[in-house]
């Protein structure tokens, strides 16, 4: 740096985080790992030149200093991409070993150690919350870093204190238009902020490992709710369906832990139904038919939300014993403007139907949607059109009272 500040030169940081790196250690163990990081630190030496610097922070993270301009960061970023994308072979198997990278620049981005790595690693994060690849500094990601440490903070305080509430919005069965059930949906109303929308927090839930203590909220607040609803007469008929997060499905105890909560509030898990991500079902296929065999076989309703987005295998979608697919908002919002949106919907519909699986619309918002709907023989829907989400005491008075008489 002192060089470089001499010469009226500038310096740039690259620093990078390996991606997953976590699974080879906890699949194949931390003497596996290791000789993957070997491996990785040879093919970052081999495809840096002589005047660029690599270094090993801790862990999967490493660093490389280069004394030049943000075009040669690029140009060494893009060198590491087609170096690592070579398959490494470690006791037997070929692992694909892909890298975070964020890039700051000195004197711009940071006139000392500690501003260039930490703005570095913000970068990372960025890189790595997109998906991997590499982004350059920016003011706003540390702006945007430093809001969502806030919200995580005030969430976490939320979830001890009573802060958060579950919304209910009615699912509706379209050729009778009655309703069949509810999805349980997270509002937060912060004390100094107002309304904190679910867009805001529910990514920093997942990024800063609350989602899961997120989720097992909503079930208990749900299960709770229903079991008001039965002892005073006014049950939702059907089921009520509440979401889980992909890293709930990675935990050990999943099953047992929603069935502790289930039995903890007196509740059927019959009256229950999980809503899993398409995304986190696949991440582990064979897992994931043993744990939705294991809910269903306790009773819960289970059903795929966003279907559509991922990358379901129909051959695994087959074993899985799910009741229901939930057509994505994505594709429902323009259907009858955009004739691949209509048939992708069209598809799922009939895909739904041979697979004798119930297949639900979310996002539904005219009349002109459900007449598209019920021509292509969906059952079932959500969205504006029918109501918005609402506090279980404006449900029970616009939905449940009429149920019930």
């Known amino acids: 740096m002192a060089a470089a500040e001499r010469r009226g030169q500038q310096l740039s940081l690259l620093f990078l985080d390996l991606d ?15 000789r ?5 630190a040879r093919l970052l030496k081999r495809s840096l030149r002589a005047e660029e610097t690599l270094a090993r922070l801790s862990g999967d993270e490493f660093v490389i200093i280069a004394a030049d301009s943000a075009d040669t960061a690029t140009r060494i970023a893009e060198r590491i991409r087609r170096t690592l994308a070579s398959p490494i072979p470690i006791n037997g198997q070929s692992f694909i070993v892909s890298a975070s ?4 620049i000195f004197p711009e981005d940071g006139r000392s150690t500690e501003d260039l790595l930490k703005h570095a690693d913000i970068a990372m994060y960025r890189a790595k919350g997109n998906g991997g690849g590499f982004r350059f500094y ?12 806030a919200i995580a ?9 009573g802060g958060l509430q579950l919304h209910y919005q009615p699912q509706i069965h379209l050729p009778s238009g009655r309703l069949v059930g509810a999805e349980a949906l ?17 990514p920093v839930a997942e990024e800063r490992g609350l989602i899961g203590s997120l989720g097992e909220w909503a079930l208990h ?4 709710q229903v079991r008001y609803w039965h002892e005073h007469d006014c049950p939702v008929p059907g089921k009520v369906a509440v979401n889980v997060a992909a890293r709930q499905f990675d935990d050990d105890d999943f099953v047992e832990r929603m069935l502790s909560i289930a039995r903890e509030n007196h509740v059927a898990a019959h009256h229950i139904e999980l809503e899993l991500t398409e995304s986190g079902m696949m991440r582990d296929p064979e897992r994931a038919v043993d744990i939705t065999r294991a809910l269903a076989d306790a009773g819960f309703g289970l059903s795929i939300d966003d279907f559509g987005t991922g990358y379901s295998s129909l051959s695994y979608l087959k074993r899985f014993p799910v009741n229901k697919l939930k057509i994505d908002i994505s594709f429902v919002r323009d259907m009858l403007t955009d004739r691949n949106d209509y048939a992708i919907v069209s598809t799922i519909i009939a895909m739904g139907r041979s697979m004798e699986l119930e297949t639900l619309a979310e996002g539904v918002e005219d009349a002109d949607q459900v007449d598209a709907l019920l021509t292509l023989g969906c059952q079932l829907a959500q969205g504006y059109h029918f109501g918005r989400p609402l506090a279980a005491s404006d449900f029970e008075r616009k939905w449940l009272s009429r149920s019930t008489r």
């Open 20 to 34: 997953r790196f976590k699974e080879i250690n906890d699949t194949l163990g931390h003497d596996a790992g290791d």
């Open 36 to 40: 993957v990081l070997v491996e990785v």
């Open 101 to 104: 990278i964020g890039i700051a």
């Open 138 to 149: 920016r003011a706003k990601m540390g702006e945007d870093l430093t809001r969502q440490l």
């Open 153 to 161: 903070k005030r969430l976490e305080g939320a979830l001890g204190n």
């Open 186 to 202: 997270a509002r937060w109303q912060d004390a100094e902020w107002g309304l904190v929308a679910p867009a805001d927090f529910i």
């Open 221 to 224: 607040e749900a299960c709770r």
